[in-house]
């Protein structure tokens, strides 16, 4: 019944080795985001694709990157993860691009750098 | 641009009442509005959304919304509060990308 899964759900990193997230979804949405959410703030967008589309936001740090291979896949890498790094990351898709559009969240993974 | 705004940090309520948590938006035509709730080490669970249909939204676990575009408010309520209802809950606009509130922690006593 899984619709969008995040793996894995708790991830624990060294300060600097790279690290990559997971994210898959069975609604077959062309849409795909990835957020990250530290502690007691709401979710920052970090970017998105529209289908192979890749849409950054201005404020993302290099360090972020992703890779969506095909429809129902989307990775997050964080190429030198600093201690600054450590939250949740959410996954979430949508149907299109359109306000009306909801988007749907994955159950997320907490990363920890030590 | 578009903004939301969540009038409460935190509200606490008895198992057993009414809730309420307030959320104020700012939008140059009618907006998408949804209400998120998040548990505990849990990813964001779609409560309800409006898109200029019907004014009072019905959610999930007896949530309603009422968007009130005079009072530009889009308030959540529950007539009775669960234990279960204990989470965050997040007030969000949808323009080119979501403007999520700062978050209401809800807390419910026995």
């Known amino acids: 019944d899984a619709m969008v899964i995040q793996n894995p759900r708790y991830q624990v990193t060294q300060f600097g080795k790279p690290v990559t997230l997971s994210c898959s979804q069975t609604?077959?949405?062309?849409?795909m985001y990835w957020y990250q959410q530290k502690s007691s703030q709401a979710p920052k967008l970090l970017f998105h694709y529209y289908d192979k589309d890749f849409n950054n936001e201005a404020d993302t740090p290099d360090n972020f990157q992703s890779r969506r291979p095909n429809t129902s896949f989307c990775f997050l890498d964080i190429r030198s993860p600093g201690l600054g790094d450590a939250a949740m990351y959410l996954c979430?898709?949508?149907?299109?691009?359109?306000?009306?559009?909801?988007?749907?969240f994955g159950p997320g993974t907490r990363l920890t750098v030590l | 641009a578009q903004s939301v705004t969540q009038l409460d940090s935190h509200v606490s309520v008895s198992e057993g009442t009414p809730v309420l948590l307030r959320c104020n938006y700012s939008?140059?035509?009618?907006?998408?509005l949804f209400w998120y709730v998040q548990h505990p080490n849990k990813g964001l669970q779609l409560l309800l959304k409006y898109t200029s249909a019907a004014t009072l939204v019905k959610g999930i676990n007896g949530f309603e919304a009422e968007f009130k575009k005079s009072e530009t408010s889009f308030h959540l309520t529950k007539p009775s509060a669960h234990m279960s209802d204990a989470a965050e809950y997040f007030c969000?606009?949808?323009?080119?990308?979501?403007?999520f509130g700062t978050g209401t922690q809800l807390k419910v006593e026995l």
């Open positions: 969000v606009v949808r323009g080119n990308k979501l403007t």
């Open positions: 979430a898709t949508s149907r299109a691009d359109a306000e009306s559009d909801t988007q749907y």
């Open positions: 939008s140059s035509y009618s907006p998408s």
């Open positions: 609604l077959n949405h062309n849409v």
